[in-house]
C-alpha cells in the first residue's frame, strides 16, 4: 500500500488544499482531496489488467468551486432533497435555501461539498487512507446545532473502497450524509449499456418536483426494476410518469436489508471492459442517478464534455425529505447520539 500528499492548489486565502493519492499492491488508486472531500480519480483495471479513471471528475481544483454536478463530493449536511427547504423539528420550524427549484438539495449553496475538511492520512501493509473531520456551526445553511462530522476513506488491496460516515451534534439536528462520486466502468462515453442489479423490492415514488410522495412502490413490472441485472438503457426512455418526472433515473430504492451489517446494495457490470462495480451499505436506501442533467456544457478530465448520461451515481443514505416523511427512517441526531454509517465501492472483474 502506498499513500502520497500533494498541494492541489491554493484557491482558499491561507489555507492549502491537499490531494491524496492511495494506491494498493495491483495499482489500484484513489486520488482524495479534503475540499469537499471529493474523490477526484479511481484507477481500476479492465478484464486486461489495463487502468482507466472510472470517476467523472475536474483536473483543476477551481472547477470543482466553480462548477456544482456535485462530482465525487460528500453531500451533507443532509444528503439529497428536502420539499420546499424548510422542516419542522421538535416543534420548531426550520428554513434551509431553496437551491434546486422550490427544493433543498445536498446541503445547500454552501454544504459540505464545499468546505475545508482537516485530513489525519494513514496507511500500513493492508489499508491506506485519510480520515477527513469538519465542524459545522450551529445554523450554518440553516441547520440547527454544531455538527462535527468525520468522514473517513480507507482502500485495502481487494480493491474496496470503504467509506465510513460518523457525525455528533450538540442541539437536536438532522442529518444525512452520502458520497456523491459519478461512475462510468468504461472510462468514457455514455452508461447506458452498463448492466445494473440493485437489491429492492420497492422505490420511493417521486412528484414532478423530484420529492417523495411518501409512497413505496414495488419495482416489479416497471421500469424501476433492477431486481435482475438489465442494461441502464433498456428502459429509460418508456413512457413513464417516474423516469418523465426525472429525465430517467433519479429515484430512492428501499434496499433489502438482511440485518444490520453491509448488506449488497447495487451491482454494475460494464460488459465491454468487464469491470464490476459492488455497493455495500448499511444504509437504508440508495439513490441510483442516471447523470440526466449532464448536458454537455461541462468540460471535465482533459477537457472532455460530461454529456448526458456519461455517468451514473449510487448515492446510499437515508430517503430524500426524511425529516418531512414521519413513516421513513429518522434522519433526527440528538445530542449524546452518534450518526454512523458505512458503505464500500468495490471493484471486480467479469
Same mark, same amino acid.
Not at 174 to 180: A, P, R, S
Not at 336 to 347: D, M, R
Given at each position: 500500500?502506498?499513500?502520497?500528499?500533494?498541494?492541489?492548489?491554493?484557491?482558499?486565502?491561507? %489555507?492549502?488544499?491537499?490531494?491524496?493519492?492511495?494506491?494498493?499492491?495491483?495499482?489500484?488508486?484513489? =486520488?482524495?482531496?479534503?475540499?469537499? #472531500?471529493?474523490?477526484?480519480?479511481?484507477?481500476?483495471?479492465?478484464?486486461?489488467?489495463?487502468?482507466?479513471?472510472?470517476?467523472?471528475?475536474?483536473?483543476?481544483?477551481?472547477?470543482?468551486?466553480?462548477?456544482? /454536478?456535485?462530482?465525487?463530493?460528500?453531500? =451533507?449536511? @443532509?444528503?439529497?432533497?428536502?420539499?420546499? #427547504?424548510?422542516? $419542522?423539528?421538535?416543534? &420548531?420550524?426550520?428554513?434551509? *435555501?431553496?437551491?434546486?427549484?422550490?427544493?433543498?438539495?445536498?446541503?445547500?449553496?454552501?454544504?459540505?461539498?464545499?468546505?475545508?475538511?482537516?485530513?489525519?492520512?494513514?496507511?500500513?501493509?493492508? !489499508?491506506?487512507?485519510?480520515?477527513?473531520?469538519?465542524?459545522?456551526?450551529?445554523?450554518?445553511?440553516?441547520? /440547527? #446545532?454544531?455538527?462535527?462530522?468525520?468522514?473517513?476513506?480507507?482502500?485495502?488491496?481487494?480493491?474496496?473502497? &470503504?467509506?465510513?460516515?460518523?457525525? !455528533?451534534?450538540? %442541539?437536536? !439536528?438532522?442529518?444525512?450524509?452520502?458520497?456523491?462520486?459519478?461512475?462510468?466502468?468504461?472510462? #468514457?462515453?455514455?452508461?447506458?449499456?452498463?448492466?445494473?442489479?440493485?437489491? *429492492?423490492?420497492?422505490?420511493?415514488? $417521486?412528484?414532478?418536483?423530484? $420529492?417523495?410522495?411518501?409512497?413505496?412502490? *414495488?419495482?416489479?413490472?416497471?421500469?424501476?426494476?433492477?431486481?435482475?441485472?438489465? /442494461?441502464? +438503457?433498456?428502459?429509460?426512455?418508456?413512457?413513464?410518469?417516474?423516469?418523465?418526472?426525472?429525465?430517467?433515473?433519479?429515484?430512492?430504492?428501499?434496499?433489502? &436489508?438482511?440485518?444490520?451489517?453491509?448488506?449488497?446494495?447495487?451491482?454494475?457490470?460494464?460488459?465491454?471492459?468487464?469491470?464490476?462495480?459492488?455497493?455495500?451499505?448499511?444504509?437504508?436506501?440508495?439513490?441510483?442517478?442516471? +447523470?440526466?442533467?449532464?448536458?454537455?456544457?461541462?468540460? +471535465?478530465? =482533459?477537457?472532455? *464534455?460530461?454529456?448526458?448520461?456519461? +455517468?451514473?451515481?449510487?448515492?446510499?443514505?437515508?430517503?430524500?425529505?426524511?425529516?418531512?416523511? /414521519?413513516?421513513?427512517?429518522?434522519?433526527?441526531?440528538?445530542?449524546?447520539?452518534? @450518526?454512523?454509517?458505512?458503505?464500500?465501492?468495490?471493484?471486480?472483474?467479469?
Amino acid at each position: 500500500m502506498n499513500l502520497e500528499q500533494q498541494t492541489f492548489e491554493n484557491i482558499l486565502g491561507s %489555507k492549502s488544499v491537499s490531494l491524496f493519492t492511495l494506491t494498493n499492491d495491483g495499482g489500484t488508486a484513489i =486520488g482524495i482531496t479534503n475540499y469537499g #472531500g471529493i474523490v477526484t480519480s479511481i484507477l481500476a483495471p479492465d478484464r486486461a489488467g489495463n487502468l482507466a479513471d472510472v470517476v467523472l471528475g475536474f483536473d483543476d481544483l477551481a472547477d470543482y468551486a466553480g462548477n456544482r /454536478p456535485f462530482f465525487g463530493c460528500i453531500a =451533507g449536511r @443532509f444528503a439529497n432533497r428536502i420539499a420546499r #427547504g424548510r422542516f $419542522i423539528l421538535d416543534g &420548531r420550524e426550520y428554513s434551509l *435555501a431553496r437551491n434546486d427549484g422550490l427544493n433543498h438539495l445536498h446541503g445547500g449553496r454552501k454544504g459540505f461539498d464545499r468546505r475545508l475538511w482537516q485530513a489525519e492520512p494513514f496507511s500500513n501493509d493492508k !489499508t491506506a487512507g485519510v480520515a477527513l473531520t469538519y465542524i459545522s456551526p450551529d445554523g450554518e445553511e440553516g441547520y /440547527p #446545532g454544531e455538527l462535527t462530522a468525520k468522514v473517513t476513506y480507507t482502500l485495502d488491496n481487494e480493491n474496496a473502497l &470503504r467509506i465510513d460516515y460518523e457525525a !455528533t451534534t450538540d %442541539k437536536d !439536528t438532522i442529518v444525512n450524509l452520502t458520497n456523491h462520486s459519478y461512475f462510468n466502468l468504461a472510462g #468514457g462515453g455514455d452508461i447506458l449499456d452498463h448492466e445494473l442489479l440493485i437489491n *429492492a423490492d420497492y422505490f420511493t415514488v $417521486i412528484d414532478d418536483t423530484l $420529492i417523495p410522495t411518501g409512497e413505496l412502490r *414495488a419495482v416489479t413490472g416497471r421500469p424501476l426494476d433492477f431486481s435482475q441485472p438489465t /442494461p441502464i +438503457g433498456a428502459r429509460i426512455g418508456e413512457d413513464n410518469d417516474q423516469l418523465l418526472f426525472a429525465g430517467g433515473y433519479d429515484h430512492n430504492w428501499v434496499l433489502n &436489508r438482511g440485518g444490520e451489517g453491509l448488506t449488497l446494495a447495487a451491482r454494475v457490470t460494464d460488459p465491454a471492459s468487464g469491470r464490476v462495480l459492488e455497493t455495500y451499505t448499511t444504509q437504508p436506501g440508495m439513490q441510483f442517478y442516471s +447523470g440526466n442533467f449532464l448536458d454537455g456544457t461541462v468540460a +471535465g478530465k =482533459g477537457g472532455v *464534455a460530461y454529456g448526458r448520461r456519461t +455517468g451514473f451515481c449510487l448515492e446510499t443514505q437515508h430517503f430524500p425529505d426524511s425529516p418531512n416523511q /414521519p413513516e421513513f427512517p429518522s434522519t433526527v441526531l440528538r445530542p449524546g447520539q452518534t @450518526f454512523a454509517q458505512s458503505t464500500v465501492y468495490k471493484f471486480t472483474i467479469s
